[in-house]
């Protein structure tokens, strides 16, 4: 039996882009915060990325069962609860704002699968220890 492949950050920032890009008061929330708190839209990627972490891991008998990159980003969405800010803002941004927006995630899903093909054909993010 073939061991389906590990959920990768790229995995997950294509589902991102997936989830948020069809709604479009959630990319409006989403576009509010992230140009009011820089990293907004990295954090939650990582939430995301955790979350997958957490459920992962077959040793843990307390472990929840395995989410898929869609249902992890919808849970760090959950979490996060960028709907308040639309409370203040007053009304969704307009279609550039929100183009600009999936346009960012459609960037940021392309770097992360480009650095996972590198990482796969041996080339590092990051320096091996000496």
Known sequence: MIEPRPLTRADIAIAMVEVIADDYLLASAITVNEAWTSGYVANLLTHAEVLVAQSANPDDPMAPEPLTASEAVRRALDAANPWPVLLYYAHPVN??????????????????????ML???????HPLPD
């Open 119 to 125: 990482e796969r054909r041996g080339l590092r993010r």
């Open 95 to 116: 279609d550039d704002a929100r183009h600009a927006l999936v346009a960012l995630l459609r960037a940021q899903a392309q770097f992360h699968s480009t650095a996972a």
